[in-house]
């Protein structure tokens, strides 16, 4: 019953953007955007493409790639409640957690990243989402329930990266003139590592029998992504290499 009050739920907010018909340019329904002006001529010619085989680029699709093959840990919450010798209810309310913090998160980067830049903003959210990993694993050592509901409702911070963390520096890094070529790169890489991460968790749990070195692994990840959004950073602020 759950299941079909959910997918009525989804329907019915899905319905609006299939019956209204929108375009994204306003000029097409002969609207104009705000603050807009008539383009003058001018004979200069600018040509911004960027070549997608760079060290930035590159570096960028690394960091997507890593940081969406952690996203998987959520998913294996009820595991390592059963792990734990704790409850499956237990472990779907640490799911539940982690939900409410994948929400909370989403609002909070665009906030930030507004606030400070997107940069700042997805660094806060990598640190975050480090100090839920080493709750989990002390919560999973200690078995302390508390441990792992903190965790896990700040691992929901996993999300907020995925879904407009790596957008927003894409666009911020290659500009608005390239984010069409390098984000359908980028956007696949993303379906990729989430694809692929709920079955690579289960592979280690299964060849382990422990979710700490899981735990271990997606550390290393996020020092890794630190490094490569540093080494994206002195490209784009040095050389210009975008």
Known sequence: MTYRFMAICILVLVL????????????????????????KET???????IKL????FLCMCLFTLLHTSITGISQHLS??????HLSVTIGSTFMSFTMIGNISTKLLIGFLSDLLSPIKAVIMMILINCLSLVLLFL???????LLLYIGSLMFGSIYSVGAVGIPMLTRYFFGNENYART????????????????????????FTQSY?????IALCFHLIN???LVIICLRYNGVGDK
């Open 53 to 56: 085989l760079t060290i930035s």
């Open 226 to 228: 630190l490094i490569l």
């Open 43 to 49: 004979t200069k010619v600018q040509n911004n493409k």
């Open 16 to 39: 609006p953007a299939l019956i209204v018909p929108w375009n994204i340019d306003p000029r097409k329904e002969h609207l104009l955007p705000y603050g807009y002006q008539n383009r």
């Open 79 to 84: 595991g390592i409640a059963v792990s734990i």
């Open 139 to 145: 919560g999973v050592i200690h078995q302390e329930t």
């Open 183 to 206: 984000y359908s790169v980028i956007g696949f890489l993303t379906n990729v590592g989430n694809a692929s991460s709920l079955t690579l968790i289960g592979y280690l749990y299964d």
């Open 212 to 216: 700490q070195i899981v735990f271990i």
